[in-house]
């Protein structure tokens, strides 16, 4: 059974810095895509980052570009999200993603319909 396990969030103060981490098993997904998303309530789930599968070409969203990286250990069959500098507004439950089609990112990543592997989310709070 696949599995992706996200972990990392928590509260945090603005201005203050999270490492997400995904974990995969039951199956290793060192040979293609992977994405981090983000849902607050209310609201649908926005894309955050994604990563080609050997970590040459990364793309983020215009919100979190410069403040958020997206990298991966494949030995590991993990997938890191680092935050850095948050503010309110990144408040959500952020998700890691799969595409099982793909090696390499394209602006079709920015869709979730492009993922077929999702974790369950992580909490991240962000105080002022």
């Known amino acids: 059974q696949v599995q992706l396990v996200e972990s990392g969030g928590g509260l945090v103060q603005a201005g203050g810095s999270l490492r997400l981490s995904c974990a995969a098993s039951?199956?290793?997904?060192?040979?293609?895509?992977m994405g981090w998303f983000r849902q607050a309530p209310g609201k649908e789930r926005e894309f955050v980052a994604a990563?080609?599968?050997?970590?040459?070409?990364?793309y983020h969203s215009d919100a979190v570009k410069g403040r958020f990286t997206i990298s991966r250990d494949n030995a590991k069959n993990t997938l890191y999200l680092q935050m850095n500098s948050l503010k309110r507004e990144d408040t959500a439950v952020y998700y890691c993603?799969?595409?099982?089609?793909?090696?390499?990112?394209?602006?079709?990543?920015?869709?979730?319909?492009?993922?077929?592997?999702w974790g369950q989310g992580t909490q991240v709070t962000v105080s002022s």
């Open positions: 993603a799969v595409d099982s089609k793909s090696m390499t990112v394209n602006f079709q990543h920015s869709a979730t319909s492009a993922y077929d592997y």
């Open positions: 039951g199956r290793t997904f060192s040979s293609y895509v």
């Open positions: 990563i080609s599968w050997n970590s040459v070409s990364t």
